[in-house]
């Protein structure tokens, strides 16, 4: 079956750095979009960033643009969220999230998520 394991959360200050790793199994990886989304407690579910299967397109939320860099390594079925200058606002509980797309496309919402992991916490201090 399908797995999704992230890991890489933690408690962090204010202008810390992490690195998220999502590993994939049982997918023919390199066919998925991937996308990082989060939740903080009381709000809903919200995109951060995505990847196109190949990894010629990425996006981001406006709020993480310029912080946030997303990568895949095909190789190793794994999607990573690196994360600089991290804010109070940045914590939440992060999922990686996979949906079969085209060449190119990155898809932000999700409802249209084929599959998710359990998530990690981050929690950035002020």
């Known amino acids: 079956q399908v797995q999704l394991v992230e890991s890489g959360g933690g408690l962090v200050q204010a202008g810390d750095s992490l690195r998220l790793s999502c590993a994939a199994s049982?997918?023919?990886?390199?066919?998925?979009?991937m996308d990082w989304f989060r939740q903080a407690p009381g709000k809903e579910r919200e995109f951060v960033a995505g990847?196109?299967?190949?990894?010629?397109?990425?996006s981001y939320a406006d709020s993480v643009k310029g912080r946030f860099t997303i990568s895949r390594d095909n190789a190793e079925n794994t999607v990573y969220l690196q994360m600089n200058s991290l804010k109070p606002e940045d914590t939440a509980v992060y999922y990686c999230?996979?949906?079969?797309?085209?060449?190119?496309?990155?898809?932000?919402?999700?409802?249209?998520?084929?599959?998710w992991g359990q998530g990690t916490q981050v929690t950035v201090s002020s």
């Open positions: 990847t196109s299967r190949g990894d010629s397109t990425r």
């Open positions: 999230a996979a949906v079969n797309a085209g060449l190119g496309v990155v898809l932000r919402r999700k409802e249209v998520m084929s599959y």
């Open positions: 049982g997918l023919t990886f390199r066919s998925y979009a």
